[in-house]
């Protein structure tokens, strides 16, 4: 079988690592098979860490990169080298950690064969002891006998950065790093991409050396028994049991939460009761039924839950050398080569905010769109227009724009808005990412003002819309102005409050490390769906002016607007959504909204509309509203000749 080299990068982030960055970079070039790039992206190191990165680069102009910017998370610092990096294959080893010649070349045979996957190898612990670093066993729990990866993740089984390699692929469908995970970063990268059946890889060759530091330095990570660190692990295993809950697989892995939620609270149980309750609250939620429990205790009786033996078998202390020779080597080049002029590095290289304009045959239409986005008072941004499979023209009419903030993303076929919003989002490079349709437009001050607005927020707050100026068929003007702000789930689950189809709304980047991507099977309301998904983790705020042209949907024939599909995506999100919307007290209310849009479109749908205004007033029979939507129903007569929608 005939096998394409991968390109490899080696991101190597680093914080105040004077003290072992040059080993860590002699191993990662000292491999049988060489990377193509290594790049070193120091967070503001205050010691010489950065001078020594310097001396690599120096060296070896070709192979070692190095940026400098402060950030203050490792996982951020991870995601800016991903940005820099240029390879199909990306390992995120520490700066302080080590891996063997064999490591590369054996994590690359597994990914030639699992292309869209992420491949590990062995680990150890890298122990200093009076022989310097010794290898020792790995420190986490065994997997069990009868685990898939994700359920021995949860349960503390786990290999670190410097064991595993990534395709550039399923690092973007996982959604990058998420910064604000703080603690157990590369767990939760981990666990989301199991979750979401990225493929996981195994090879018997290579190895990992994770360093445990003997001057008692904090990683970039941070450190995990903090209040800040606890909160933010047990948000991680909220995040993962949301999405299993989503795809209807919440029972198989029950048991295995409740271990991850167990974990937290015995953690936080002394230095933070509150914390440890709020675990053991969520482990009951989401743990084992009476029934699953039974079935575990028979499975212990029958003996079949023996742990599964680990492969790495107790070694002799062996003094862990590799790369330090090659280090050497590579600094004394370095002194004997002249340092290239060197630039202060920093965000500016990268753009304040990503624009995604989907689009399919629309090329009469997308020009206002781009002109409105090159006309912004702000202009720090880049314009992804990505074509969802046009045959009318649309390469063209981008081809006009000699813009270089314009890129143009063709698709391989057409796979509908949410697919094209997806690609932008996976492209994108900016922490901010504003959506507009491509037969809409925004007035000059948009981006500017939610700019301006984001960085006065805090991180919990993830989304930014703005009011609408609505343009109706007939000419007419309508403003729509925002009136929701905060934790917004609640009223999300009744009713979508962020009008404008997306075309107002900016996001962090990293939110969708969290709520994750669009749903690229709806039919409709993909918007609304994804926007309740954000609502659930993040809290919103708005700008309280109209900064967008919304031209009517009737005008224009969109999608969402055939009754149809509309009504039909709609019952999916009662069935998906049903149980928190009863629990929040508001089922009655997306069943009336649903019933309103049956008797509002051109054609309405009376029988439906009634089915749905029952449905209502049975979630709420005491509701004043449930029954006035009944009764509006029941008296609702199809007009003889079709009118316009009122």
């Not at 205050?46 to 001078?51: G, M, N, Q, V």
Request: proline share 6%.
């Amino acid at each position: 079988m005939t096998r394409t080299p991968l390109r490899i990068s080696v991101v190597i982030p680093c914080y105040n690592t004077e003290s072992y960055l040059a080993q860590t970079v002699g191993a990662a070039l000292d491999q049988q098979r060489p990377p193509d790039e290594v790049i070193i992206v120091d967070d503001g190191s205050t010691d010489d860490s950065l001078a020594i990165a310097s001396r690599f680069e120096t060296a070896l102009p070709g192979v070692v990169r190095v940026h400098s910017e402060r950030s203050g998370r490792a996982a951020r610092t991870r995601n800016i080298g991903a940005m820099l990096a240029t390879g199909d294959a990306l390992m995120f080893l520490d700066a302080d950690d080590v891996i063997r010649p064999d490591t590369l070349a054996a994590l690359e045979h597994e990914l030639q064969t699992t292309p869209d996957g992420v491949a590990v190898c062995p680990w150890f612990r890298l122990v200093h002891s009076d022989r310097g670093w010794v290898q020792r066993p790995p420190s986490c729990a065994p997997r069990g006998p009868n685990q898939d990866p994700l359920a021995a993740w949860l349960t503390g089984w786990y290999h670190p950065p410097c064991s595993v390699m990534w395709s550039k692929r399923a690092f973007e469908a996982t959604g990058r790093w998420d910064e604000q995970a703080a603690t157990n970063d590369d767990g939760d990268l981990m666990m989301r991409a199991l979750t979401f059946g990225v493929p996981f890889v195994t090879s018997e060759s290579g190895a990992g050396f994770y360093r445990r530091r003997a001057d008692g330095q904090l990683s970039l990570s941070g450190t995990r028994f903090s209040r800040t660190g606890l909160l933010k692990r047990l948000a991680t295993v909220r995040k993962i049991a949301f999405h299993l809950e989503e795809d209807g697989r919440l029972d198989r892995y029950a048991a295995a939460l409740e271990t991850a939620f167990e974990f937290v609270a015995v953690d936080a149980e002394e230095p933070y009761p509150d914390l440890s309750r709020q675990a053991r609250a969520w482990a009951r939620h989401y743990g084992p039924s009476a029934r699953q429990r039974l079935n575990r205790r028979i499975e212990r009786l029958w003996g079949r839950a023996r742990a599964v033996p680990s492969r790495h078998a107790e070694a002799p202390p062996e003094s862990v050398r590799w790369g330090l020779e090659r280090a050497e080597a590579v600094l004394r080049m370095a002194e004997r080569t002249p340092p290239p002029a060197r630039e202060t590095r920093s965000r500016s290289q990268r753009p304040a905010v990503s624009v995604i304009v989907p689009t399919f045959n629309r090329a009469d239409v997308l020009s206002r769109a781009i002109d409105s986005v090159l006309g912004q008072s702000f202009s720090d941004f880049e314009l992804l227009v990505v074509d969802d499979g046009s045959t009318d023209g649309t390469a063209s009419v981008v081809a006009r724009y000699q813009d270089r903030r314009v890129r143009y993303l063709p698709q391989p076929r057409n796979a509908g808005v949410s697919a094209a919003r997806n690609r932008g989002l996976r492209e994108a490079r900016a922490d901010l990412v504003a959506f507009l349709d491509s037969d809409d437009e925004w007035l000059p001050e948009k981006l500017a003002q939610q700019v301006e607005l984001f960085e006065r927020l805090p991180d919990e707050v993830g989304l930014v819309y703005t009011g609408v100026e609505c343009i109706l068929p007939d000419g007419r003007r309508r403003m729509d102005m925002p009136k929701e702000r905060g934790d917004v789930y609640r009223q999300m689950l009744g009713r979508n409050v962020v009008h404008g189809g997306g075309s107002n709304v900016m996001m962090r980047r990293n939110v969708v490390a969290t709520a994750g991507f669009f749903d690229e099977g709806l039919r409709a309301i993909e918007d609304y769906e994804y926007w309740l998904r954000v609502a659930r983790f993040f809290k919103i705020d708005y700008v309280a002016a109209p900064l967008i042209r919304y031209y009517d949907p009737q005008a224009a024939g969109r999608r969402s607007q055939a009754l149809r599909a509309n009504l039909d995506t709609r019952e999916w999100f009662f069935r998906k959504y049903s149980r928190e919307m009863r629990r929040a007290g508001v089922a009655h209310l997306f069943l009336l909204k649903s019933m309103r849009r049956a008797l509002a479109a051109q054609q309405p749908d009376v029988r439906a509309a009634r089915r749905l205004a029952l449905r209502a007033f049975k979630e709420a029979p005491t509701s004043r509203e449930a029954l006035a939507g009944l009764i509006r129903a029941i008296r609702h007569r199809p007009a003889v000749t079709m009118g316009r929608q009122a």
